[in-house]
């Protein structure tokens, strides 16, 4: 009988972290599944502002050990992983590239393998103060010579090409898809969903609702039944709501906050378009848990939103510009697709069977594979 795997994953945030996204959500995906292919996975995650999150928890088959805030946590990190690897405890230490780059290689004794959701590049300037901004973008130069001998899992093409275009030699990467829990419901006829608009996803500026909201606006002046929901909480949950209030769409706009994937789920099978006008993605994967309930969405023609959306056939996708011109091409791109109910029909049926293709469980699988690989390299 082959021995269990132990692999340390570095992300900063846990499955429960009240900011966790796209990338905690494929953690925990992942590791819920790995032990059933004889994979131990122990995460190091910051502590949870202004909560009394444990030091140490179980979440779903993954243990979580929380080095405390965030000013201490990446040092944390780095001396932990350090000590722990030379004394033999881990087999395989999985970085997660989703925020600042922890540079592994340089200090594990054990092989790393790289996760790679996203990287900000200039878009981290949307995001944070530029000071941090300047950080996050400095140690991303380091990546070609730190991580030139590391194996890499991107999760789209546009990561990939992303890596290749920074140095990483494309023998070394490899695409493995991400998944989609099963919706809760089956989604309700096109033609009997209100004239709505839904936003499903973090709250932060670089997100840029705040565009879809002016395009909403655009649109209300000739559409008495449009509503919009925004699904999801984050930093500018109040800026939002009062730029909703300020154009004449606080009637028309509900914030559902954090829900329940039930909850999610029944606001968007009422949904005819979602809307994802963000600078960059990794990968889109609220695209698809939209789309598995039949709601095209109009999306940026950015990196990771180009590969979730099939442009014309699961959704739109609109090219970036000026914000003032950006809303526009938005609002046009909104107001075709509601405008014609049998293409939004058509296209509602296309986005269900595309969605069908991403699967939790092979992803898992391929992950088991390429963690026994790399645990078994010279």
Same mark, same amino acid.
């Given at each position: ?146 991580? +030139?001998?590391? $194996?890499? #899992? ?5 990561? !990939?090409?992303?890596?290749? =275009? @920074?140095?990483? &030699?494309? %023998? ?48 209300? +002046?000739?559409? $008495?039944? #449009? ?5 999801? !909480?984050?930093?500018?949950? =109040? @800026?939002?709501? &009062?730029? %909703? ?60 939103? !180009?590969?979730?959306?099939? =442009? ?67």
């Amino acid at each position: 009988m082959a021995a269990r795997l132990r692999v340390l994953v570095l992300n900063e945030r846990d499955p429960l972290h009240p900011k966790a996204g796209g990338a905690e959500i494929h953690v925990a995906e992942i590791a819920k599944r790995l032990p059933r292919h004889g994979i131990d996975m122990t995460q190091l995650a910051c502590a949870h502002p202004g909560t009394r999150a444990p030091a140490v928890e179980e979440i779903e088959g993954m243990h979580v050990r929380r080095l405390g805030p965030l000013p201490l946590y990446y040092p944390r990190v780095v001396a932990t992983t350090a000590r722990e690897t030379r004394a033999g405890a881990w087999d395989v230490v999985v970085e997660c590239l989703n925020k600042v780059p922890f540079c592994a290689r340089a200090y594990s004794a054990a092989p790393v393998l790289a996760v790679n959701h996203h990287l900000f590049g200039r878009s981290a300037f949307a995001q944070a103060a530029w000071p941090i901004a300047a950080g996050v973008v400095l140690i991303e130069r380091l990546i070609p010579r730190v991580y +030139r001998d590391v $194996p890499f #899992l991107a999760i789209s093409e546009s990561s !990939r090409r992303d890596l290749v =275009a @920074r140095g990483i &030699a494309e %023998a070394h990467i490899e695409l493995n898809s991400l998944g989609i829990a099963p919706p809760t419901r089956e989604p309700t006829p096109v033609s009997e969903r209100p004239q709505r608009i839904a936003y499903l996803g973090r709250l932060e500026r670089y997100k840029r609702v705040d565009l879809l909201v002016r395009a909403c606006a655009q649109l209300a +002046r000739q559409r $008495p039944d #449009l509503e919009l929901v925004i699904v999801g !909480r984050g930093g500018e949950s =109040a @800026r939002l709501e &009062a730029l %909703a209030k300020e154009l004449g769409l606080g009637d028309r706009t509900h914030f559902t906050g954090f829900v329940s994937d039930t909850e999610r789920d029944t606001w968007l099978a009422g949904t005819r378009v979602a809307v994802c006008p963000s600078l960059k993605e990794g990968w889109g994967l609220t695209v698809i848990e939209c789309n598995a309930l039949g709601v095209p969405v109009v999306a940026t023609d950015a990196p990771g939103l !180009r590969d979730a959306v099939r =442009a014309e056939e699961t959704g739109l996708l609109v090219q970036d510009g000026p914000p003032e011109v950006f809303v526009e091409r938005l609002a046009a791109s909104l107001g075709s697709l509601l405008d014609e109910p049998e293409r939004l029909a058509e296209m509602a049926s296309a986005a269900r069977a595309w969605s069908r293709r991403f699967d939790w469980d092979a992803s898992a699988e391929h992950m088991a594979e390429a963690l026994r690989k790399r645990a078994a390299a010279p």
